[in-house]
């Protein structure tokens, strides 16, 4: 495919193969977390390769880490499920996502989007034959979703809403009172909420995250995802879940024993020393993030480029454009010219050329080396050379 052609998550992958050729790149752009596995996830993993290798895990997931989630959920996210009946184990939340378009998509079914967002929802949506219907978001409201725009987005083939809070790429994070008029907007014209809340422990400042299965009248509407990937920095390691009522989660289980079977044994014994164990290591990571954060902000700052407050998450969605480039050709540009990668906004949404993604999952003399060069990248840009 050429450059021209590229698109969606086929132009990330492109700009990610060649940032591997370069021996010094700075990746600003991938939602990788920086940090090593914590030590006690890892030795529960050693553990499970000597004893539980051969074990068989059912689709659904293994009793114990479903349980673990069960109470997680509760804890966190003030949403109460049965573990037998309400929770699916997946391989990461790539997977997760895949399964709640299809258990709730058919072909023809609209599913409103605000974006921008996390582009492998345009992905499941295409797969099941679905219709994207998008709602515009933008950084002077904080790329807020509008329950204004989403109600007059509503028509007869209507079928669910998809929210993700903290949001990819915006960092937007959606407030208690919009998760509340958006349910009952989901309610009044009977929509399944998709919920996906990968981000949820990192939210910054006096922002709140508010499930919409946890308010009276959203669990029996709504599918949760979440994941290990971020919260733990266990990316690779692939494991994800689903919570939802028992009727939905049925299908949502039955379309996982069909696609994948269970998820590794290794990798769940690991999850529920993840859920179970020790959370100083994600209280850590929080911290490192709201440090790096205003590291980034101010530099973004000093060279005038504007941006929706990153509410929650790991990234800032900044506004390029001032160049009169679009935002592939800025992002090719600094990483060829300058070895630094961040991810342009057309790869999340076709509207949004004029944007950058970045995130703040390096360490900070990675960060500020990455900053200087972008700067450098910026201003030869400007310079019309």
Not at 73 to 96: L, S
């Amino acid at each position: 495919m050429s450059k021209k052609q590229d698109q969606g998550t086929n132009l990330l992958y492109r700009l990610i193969g060649e940032a591997r050729t370069y021996d010094d790149v700075i990746v600003m752009g991938r939602g990788d977390p920086d940090f090593d596995t914590p030590a006690h996830i890892v030795a529960a993993a050693k553990e499970a390769m000597i004893h539980h290798h051969a074990d068989h895990a059912p689709p659904e997931g293994l009793p114990a880490l479903r349980e673990a989630i069960a109470e997680r959920v509760k804890r966190v996210n003030n949403i109460d499920v049965d573990p037998a009946t309400e929770v699916v184990v997946t391989n990461g939340g790539q997977e997760a996502l895949f399964l709640m378009v299809l258990a709730v998509i058919a072909p023809g079914d609209e599913m409103i989007v605000p974006e921008p967002n996390y582009n492998t929802y345009a992905d499941s949506l295409a797969f099941a034959g679905g219709v994207k219907v998008e709602v515009q978001t933008w950084p002077n409201d904080a790329f807020r979703a509008d329950p204004d725009l989403v109600r007059a987005a509503i028509s007869e083939r209507s079928r669910a809403l998809l929210l993700v809070s903290p949001n990819n790429p915006a960092a937007s994070v959606i407030s208690p009172a919009d998760t509340a008029e958006l349910l009952d907007i989901a309610s009044e014209n009977d929509l399944m909420i998709l919920s996906d809340e990968i981000y949820d422990l990192f939210v910054y400042d006096d922002f709140v995250h508010t499930s919409p299965a946890a308010l009276p009248g959203g669990k029996e509407r709504t599918l949760t995802l979440n994941a290990l990937s971020k919260a733990y920095s266990m990316t690779g390691w692939r494991l994800g879940w689903i919570v939802g009522p028992a009727d939905l989660m049925a299908r949502v289980a039955e379309l996982k024993a069909a696609i994948s079977g269970g998820a590794s044994v290794i990798s769940q014994h690991a999850g529920i020393a993840a859920l179970t164990g020790p959370q100083e290591p994600v209280e850590m990571m929080a911290e490192a993030y709201r440090k790096r954060r205003r590291l980034v902000l101010d530099a973004l700052d000093a060279m005038g480029m504007k941006y929706g407050l990153p509410q929650g998450g790991q990234f800032v969605f900044a506004d390029i454009g001032f160049t009169g480039l679009d935002s592939a050709e800025v992002a090719q540009r600094m990483l060829t010219e300058q070895h630094v990668l961040a991810y342009p906004g057309s790869a999340f949404s076709k509207d949004r050329k004029d944007y950058l993604r970045m995130t703040f999952l390096q360490p900070e003399d990675q960060l500020i080396e990455g900053l200087e060069r972008m700067k450098t990248a910026m201003g030869s840009i400007m310079a019309g050379q």
